[in-house]
Structure formats: C-alpha cells, structure tokens
C-alpha cells in the first residue's frame, strides 16, 4: 500500500495541485514541501472558504495533518508569518503549532527580491517575468555557499558573519550592476535577531520525521511547487524557476530517500497555461484562448497576471511523465473546455526541417524552429461541472479524456470537474 505520494505539475505550474493535495490529505498524517518559496500559489476551495497558500503545505485546512517544510524550499520569514496570520483569520489558529520547518532551509532576505527586481530590468526585453520573490537570488546565494539558514539563527554571531559576507556582495552589485538602492545591514540583522525565537520554535529534523513516519507506515503526501517544465534543468531554460520540481527534487529537498517514493501523481489541466515569458508551442493568441482564460479564471494566484492559455500538449507530456516516472495523472479543469466545439491536443513536433519530434527540445532558443501537430476532436455541449462519476461525462468528454491517456502514456487517477473538493472523479486512489 503507498505510503509516501508525491504530487507534483507536469506542465508550468498552476495545474491544481492545491486542490489535489489538500483532497488527498485527508488520508495523509504529513505533507511536506521540499522545492521553491512563495513564488507558489495553491488554491484550497473548502465549501465558502478560499484560501491560497504560498509557502504553507497545502494539508494546513485538516487539524490532524502535520505541514514540513524541508530543506530544499527558501523561506522568507515575514512571508511565511503573514501567511500564519491570514490563516488565523480564516479560522485556523493552529497552523504554527503544526508547521515545522528544516534548520537547513535557505532563508529568503529581503535583498533577495531587490536583486529579483534589478535582474529582470536588466535583462530587458528577455525577463523571464519572474514572481519577483527573490527565488532566483536566494537559490543563487545557497549554491555559491554564501547562503544563511534557518539554523544560522540560533547563532547569533555566525548569522552577523555571514549575512554580512552576503550582504556586502550582494549590495554591491546592487548598487554598481543594477543601479538600485543598497539595503540596510543593521536593519536585515536586527529584523532577524526580532524573529528568531518564532522561527526557531518551529524547526525541526524534517529528514528524521519522515523517516520515523515510514517506520510506522504512515501516510505522506510531498507537494510540488511550480511544474516540471520550469524545472531548472528539465525546462525551457532560462524561462525556469531555480529549483527541481521534477520528482526527484522531492527527495533531496525533503531528505527522504527515493526508494521510499511509492506513487507519483503528476498534476496537468486539459489544456496548458503559462505564466511569464518563455516558449509556449500550443499557445492560443485568439479568442479561444481569451475564453479558456476567462472560463478558466486563469490569472495568477500570486501576482494576478493574466495567465498565457494554449492547448494540450501530449509531445510535454511525455517527457514529464518519463522525467517523474509518473505513476498516475490528476486531469483538472475539464469543466472549462464545456461547450466548446471542437478541441485539439498536440502529438508531436514538427521541426524547420520538416523531422518530427515525439518529444520536446530542451532549450527556450530550440523552440522558435518548432511548430505543434494537432489533432482535433469533436468538443461537447453539456455541462460537466461537478460531475462526480465518469460514466455521467458526455462521450465526446469521455473520448477526449482516453485519448490523452493514451498519447501521455499514463493513466487518469483523478478528474476534477470544479474547484471544491467533491467536484472529482476519482478513477484510482494513490494511497490504495
Ligand atoms: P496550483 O498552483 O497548481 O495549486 O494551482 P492554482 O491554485 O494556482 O490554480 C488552479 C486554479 O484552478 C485555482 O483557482 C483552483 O481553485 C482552480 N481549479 C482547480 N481544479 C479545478 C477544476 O477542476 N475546475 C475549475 N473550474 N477550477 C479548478
Ligand atoms: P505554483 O506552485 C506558475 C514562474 C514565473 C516565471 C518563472 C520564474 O503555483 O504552480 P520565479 O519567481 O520562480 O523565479 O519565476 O516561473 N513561476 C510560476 N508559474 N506557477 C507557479 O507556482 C510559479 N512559480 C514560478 O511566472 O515565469
Ligand atoms: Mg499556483
């Protein structure tokens, strides 16, 4: 029986893993975050209540559920509090009591959304339209070993070395690179000496819970961020987030081991959405895609921007599904292509020189020479929103959802017909 689930997007992010995560904690004692920071955004729906959660796991809105955040995530504490206290506002007082966080996660300064912001004016007409979080810079810092963690802040005179080693850096070039205004020292130090006791209070060995929980069989849910083609080394690079969203990135930012990985659900909506810039071969420019947006509501649950809208493409797929050895799809959103009348899904690419691809490039320049293979399907009339058994689906929605099945080479677990929890056709349980 699995015991340990990971629920990862397959596309670029902003599939539904919200929904999907906190639907499956139900069963889970643990859910945890190992990749990313508040870049995310995770819609819950829980009958009236909405809540998107950015750092906080997505098992926060079930009182038994324990919330890890591991050492691969970068956290920014005052993020992380303002997302603590909107929760207290919706009616959750206990979310700080059962969030734990690594000692060894990178923490998130405020010099980092500063660099964000220089970087991306920099680069011009080539932004990557970031979140403009500081994800990028933090990851930048851990990797060049000039990082500060969590841990650092139990002392206090290591943490004074080293943000001041980071700080000297970093606001140089802030200053002489990027023509921007250098940030305070004392204000940084004294800020993170104020938020110490709280953020300490709540670390712990991340890697050492989800080993004992393993010992005791207990359920596990590890929740992606973003999507597996923002992935830093699997994406449309540089159009990328700074982290490993594939599967494996669950391991080493968790410290679990991949051996103990039982089911990976990947997470794809019936069509494909972007946000940010960067190739998007299946993207619709017209009024299709204008009322896959609008019946959609596709804008960001972040930073609100409208979110680019295009086709399924079944050629990404299969490089997801091989990447995170899918074991089975959670297809969102198919209420949203009710009514429409004919659907196309991308099968292949096909090249300037005329070669067909089945799987796709792997940098953002190798795209421009690439142009999607469609093939069309008949749309449906009715309204499938809330659908909750798969027979009930019109045939033409029925025969859509197969034939993606079949060019992804995998099989449906889930269907989601509707943001609220029951609006789901459950085809197979990941934890069976
Ligand atoms: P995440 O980042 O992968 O968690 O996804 P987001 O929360 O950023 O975006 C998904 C959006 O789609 C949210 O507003 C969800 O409430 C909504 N959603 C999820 N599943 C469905 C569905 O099946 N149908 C509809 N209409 N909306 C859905
Ligand atoms: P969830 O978890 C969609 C995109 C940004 C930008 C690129 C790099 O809600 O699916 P970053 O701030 O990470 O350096 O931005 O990645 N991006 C996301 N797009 N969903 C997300 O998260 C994203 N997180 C980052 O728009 O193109
Ligand atoms: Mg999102």
Redesign the pocket.
């Known amino acids: 029986m699995p015991k340990n689930v990971i629920v990862l ?1 397959t596309q670029w ?9 906190d639907l499956l904690t139900k069963q889970a004692a643990i859910v945890v975050r190992s990749q990313g920071g508040n870049n ?6 829980a009958g009236d209540k ?1 809540i ?1 959660v950015r750092l906080v796991p ?1 098992g926060i809105l079930h009182s038994s559920c324990l919330c890890l955040i591991g050492s691969g995530v970068v956290v920014n504490p005052d993020a992380l509090f303002g997302e603590i206290a909107e929760l207290k506002a919706a009616g959750i007082t206990d979310a700080e009591q059962r969030i734990k966080v690594s000692a060894g996660a990178a923490l998130l300064l405020p010099i980092h959304p500063a660099i964000d912001k220089g970087a991306e004016k920099k680069r011009g007409k080539n932004a990557i339209g970031t979140t403009g979080r500081g994800i990028g810079p933090c990851y930048e810092d851990k990797v060049a070993r000039r990082g500060v963690r969590v841990g650092d802040l139990a002392y206090p005179e290591i943490l004074k070395e080293k943000l001041r080693n980071l700080m000297d850096y970093r606001n140089f070039l802030l200053k002489n690179y990027y023509a921007e205004p250098e940030i305070s020292f004392d204000e940084v130090y004294n800020h993170l000496l104020e938020i110490a006791p709280r953020l300490l209070a709540m670390t712990a060995d991340v890697s050492a819970i989800l080993a004992e929980a393993r010992s005791v069989g207990k359920k596990v849910l590890f929740e992606g ?3 597996t083609f923002l992935d830093i080394d699997y994406g449309t690079y540089p159009y990328v987030t700074s982290s490993n969203t594939v599967a494996g990135g669950c391991c080493t930012g968790s410290g679990a081991g991949p051996l103990h990985m039982d089911y990976v659900l990947g ?1 794809a ?1 019936a069509y494909t959405t972007r946000v940010g810039g960067g190739p998007f071969p299946t993207e619709l420019n017209d009024d299709i895609g204008e009322g896959i947006r609008q ?4 804008f ?3 930073t609100g921007r409208p979110r680019r809208t295009g086709w399924y493409d079944a050629v990404a797929m299969r490089r997801a599904a091989a990447i995170n050895s899918l074991s089975g799809l959670a297809l ?5 292509l009710d009514g429409m009348d004919e659907l196309k899904i991308c099968t292949a690419y096909k090249l300037k020189d005329g070669t067909i691809s089945q799987l796709p490039p792997l940098a953002a320049y190798e795209y421009a020479d690439v142009e999607p293979v469609y093939e069309t399907m008949p749309g449906w009339k009715e309204s499938t ?1 809330g659908i909750t058994e798969f027979t009930k689906l019109p045939a033409n929605a029925q025969n859509y959802v197969r034939r993606l099945e079949e060019l992804s080479g995998v099989k449906v677990a889930i269907l ?4 609220e929890r029951n ?2 056709i459950f085809l197979d349980d990941p934890f069976a």
Do not use: C, N, W, Y
Request: glycine share 20%; hydrophobic share 35%.
């Open positions: 997007g992010g902003d599939e539904g893993k919200g929904k999907v995560a995310a955004g995770h819609t819950l729906v909405k998107v997505s961020a973003q999507g997470i909506k019946r959609g509501a596709e960001g649950a972040v969102m959103k198919l209420d949203v929103f989601s017909t509707g943001p609006q789901t």
